[in-house]
């Protein structure tokens, strides 16, 4: 093993429980782990790396993502919203996406989405969704770190007619899927020297029978994984399972014994408080007290208008808050930049969604949910997933606080490298390994393919156009006297 040493006039260290800014310090790292962070170092190394132009941080931890899908969600999905739905694009526009995403789709997608989130700065992702051995052998190779799941459930919905949303349940399959994905967790474990490896995802809380959630966590618990289920994450899921339980769906979860420290909520917005819905209640101090996580995914809501509200009150009723990533673009500074803001403006304050607070959940606390108190931080034991981020790039001056710069401010091209324990998979902003060009021209294929069978899926038969037009008309072809041809 190499032991390098990095020297750095910023460094984001662990100290006492938190993160601290070390000034012109340095870091040691042997083979995958961090050794030494400190000040000076007066031990042995063999080589010796001065950065005088870096700011290292750890790298992000990604709660939710479905890499699988993701990069057709563009162009489709941010100016249209059915108030039928409460503006969800869950009920109308994923059905008709999947009508024309093949398995071939489905790797470009994964493929292009890897890229986008190592050169954004996630070094751990988690991953929900189909082609879930692709996505493992994919994971492995771009040399990220990656908790992937194939996702099951005993039933969907649907809407018939635009209006309503009905379920359609076979109870047989989610429990098949259970076992599958249970076989899938147990057949990765210790992957890639445990770099990759499996949790449990059933998909929803309003298609997934009491019995399998149940199921799915006393999996959880033997298996030691997380179990990551979709809750609360629209008007019409909310009010299905106030109408079948009278309980909202965190009360639910509750009752039924599925919240506790493995468990990470997606999304989790549409809670009792929430000016959508209107409930009296208390969810947050429900999860806080179970030590449920929740996975804030900030942007591929508010693109449609939706926010937490607010990410601050959860944060600061005690719920460990994290963040994903879920959709286009797979961007965890995105990620970092939407939560700060949209928790400013949904409190009113600017002072309580901070630049801490949301870095703290990209990172301590998603490490804390992943029962993984070696990742998310830059300390002697921790695994050397790193972020090298440029001092001397036009976007990042001026530097006063580089974690406020990061997070207000940082595109990806100010990220120079990527480190992934130990190895390092970004370099000058060059994704190692991968073939950029490929995947751009992967997901525009899969794209195209997509649209083309967009009403084949959907509810009324209707085209992508008619759903989702282009932002202008097509400019129409006239002769020399403006005739039209
Ligand atoms: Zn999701």
């Keep these: 093993m190499t032991r390098t040493l990095y020297s750095a006039p910023y460094i984001v260290g662990f100290q006492e429980g938190q993160h601290r800014i070390l000034r012109d310090g340095c870091l040691v790292v042997d083979g995958d782990r ?40 563009k162009s489709v999905q941010e100016d249209t919203g059915n108030r039928q739905f409460w503006l969800t694009g869950l009920i109308e526009i994923l059905p008709a996406e999947a009508a024309g995403l093949d398995r071939a789709s489905m790797r470009a997608c994964v493929d292009y989405s890897l890229i986008e989130l190592a050169r954004s700065g996630t070094t751990t992702v988690l991953q929900l969704g189909d082609e879930a051995d692709y996505v493992a052998d994919a994971v492995e190779a771009s040399g990220l770190r990656g908790y992937v799941a194939p996702s099951y459930r005993s039933g969907r919905w649907f809407t018939p007619d635009g209006r309503r949303v009905d379920y359609e349940w076979d109870e047989a399959a989610g429990r ?43 999996a959880a618990g033997e298996l030691r994984v997380p179990v990551s289920l979709h809750a609360s994450q629209g008007v019409w899921e909310f009010n299905e399972i106030t109408r079948r339980h009278g309980r909202t769906p965190v009360e639910w979860l509750a009752d039924i014994g599925f919240l506790g420290p493995r468990t990470l909520l997606g999304h989790a917005i549409f809670i009792t408080g929430n000016s959508w819905v209107n409930f009296a209640g208390n969810d947050l101090g429900l999860l806080a007290q179970s030590q449920t996580s929740v996975s804030y995914n900030a942007w591929c809501f508010a693109r449609r208008g939706i926010l937490m509200e607010s990410f601050p009150e959860y944060v600061e009723a005690g719920v460990n808050m994290c963040l994903g990533t879920d959709t286009a673009p797979q961007s965890m500074i995105e990620s970092l930049r939407w939560t700060a803001i949209s928790g400013k403006i949904t409190s009113r304050r600017a002072d309580t969604s901070t630049a801490r607070r949301v870095f703290d959940a990209a990172t301590l606390n998603a490490a804390a949910m992943l029962d993984r108190p070696d990742l998310g931080r830059i300390a002697p034991g921790a695994k050397a997933d790193l972020l090298f981020w440029r001092t001397d790039s036009f976007g990042m001056a001026p530097l006063r606080d580089p974690i406020r710069n990061i997070v207000y401010y940082a595109q990806p091209s100010d990220l120079a490298d990527v480190m992934v324990d130990g190895k390092t998979v970004v370099e000058d902003g060059v994704v190692v390994g991968a073939d950029v060009a490929a995947a751009a021209r992967g997901v525009q294929a899969a794209g195209e393919r997509v649209w083309a069978h967009w009403s084949e899926g959907d509810w009324a038969g209707r085209s992508l156009e008619e759903v989702a037009p282009m932002t202008y008309p097509a400019f129409e072809d006239t002769d020399v006297e403006g005739t039209k041809r």
């Design 34 to 73: 961090i050794t030494h962070v400190g000040a000076e170092y007066a031990g042995e190394v063999d080589e010796r790396v001065d950065l005088p132009n870096r700011i290292i941080t750890p790298g992000f931890i990604d709660t939710h993502s479905h890499l699988h899908e993701s990069p057709i969600d």
């Design 176 to 218: 098949r899927g259970l076992e599958e994905a249970i076989r899938f967790v147990e057949s990765n474990t210790g992957r890639a020297d445990g770099r990759v490896q499996g949790f449990l995802a059933p998909g929803q809380v309003d298609t997934c029978s009491e019995d399998l959630l149940r199921a799915s966590s006393v």
